[in-house]
């Protein structure tokens, strides 16, 4: 199957400075990426859609400003924490929308594949 | 608006026993409906999935059907494994226009399989 890889795996930062996580489509093109936050035993909190070569689409409640999403090619998108904060603390996941091969986009066909997810720590 | 509701974890089981994880959703018209695993430390992995009424998903022993008439979309499986031991994220999706359409999770059931 399609693989989601996202870089790095685990990170540790300073209160106050940025971290870039990458995600990327290995072998499809992802038109459509999807940012999620993970608190511990709790469910996926979808942050933001992100389309290639447009703006992302931030979910209610989460700061633009703070999470900077870059998605500059069919097979990357970025999620950039701006000024983290120890309360950025958390797993963050994201996930890549396959349409799947053959003639056009058949209804209910698509894919959503996972990366492996980032620990980020602030400290 | 669409939400998924799971039982409640975490799920201790004897390895071969049988497995339940409930799962009951909200959504107008015919979403499409999804089961996925994850294990410690990893991202998740779509274990089975239904797109109409009455559709059987299967992969790796466990099942799942989608009930229209009771909007659920139970995961089962006959004999449970230690290597099963995961979270498992019931979730649907609505179809919109374009690139509109969003996954919505349940919150997840943990399942521990012990010897």
């Known amino acids: 199957g399609a693989v989601v890889s996202q870089h790095p795996s685990w990170v540790i930062c300073k209160s106050g400075t940025s971290v870039k996580i990458e995600c990327r489509s290995l072998d499809f093109q992802a038109t459509t990426m999807f940012w999620y936050r993970q608190f511990p035993k709790q469910s996926l909190m979808l942050m933001a859609t992100s389309n290639e070569g447009s703006k992302a689409t931030y979910e209610q409640g989460v700061e633009k400003d703070k999470f900077l999403i870059n998605h500059a090619s069919l097979t990357l998108s970025t999620l950039t924490v701006t000024s983290a904060h120890p309360e950025d603390s958390s797993f963050y996941i994201c996930s890549a929308r396959d349409w799947g091969s053959g003639s056009g986009r058949a209804f209910g066909s698509y894919e959503q594949y996972f990366g492996p997810g980032t620990r980020l720590t602030v400290t | 608006g669409n939400s998924v509701t799971q039982m409640e974890g975490p799920v201790t089981l004897s390895e071969e026993a049988f497995l339940t994880i409930n799962c009951t959703y909200t959504?107008?018209?015919?979403?499409?409906l999804f089961w996925y695993v994850q294990y410690p430390g990893e991202g998740l992995q779509l274990l089975l999935k239904?797109?109409?009424a009455d559709d059987k998903g299967s992969n790796k022993g466990f099942e799942a059907t989608y009930r229209k008439e009771t909007t659920s979309f139970h995961l089962e499986k006959g004999s449970v494994q230690v290597s099963d031991s995961a979270v498992y994220f019931c979730?649907?999706?609505?179809w919109g226009t374009g690139t509109a359409s969003k996954l919505t999770f349940g919150t997840g059931t943990r399942l521990q399989v012990t010897l």
């Open positions: 979730a649907l999706i609505k």
């Open positions: 239904a797109t109409k």
């Open positions: 959504a107008t018209g015919y979403p499409s």
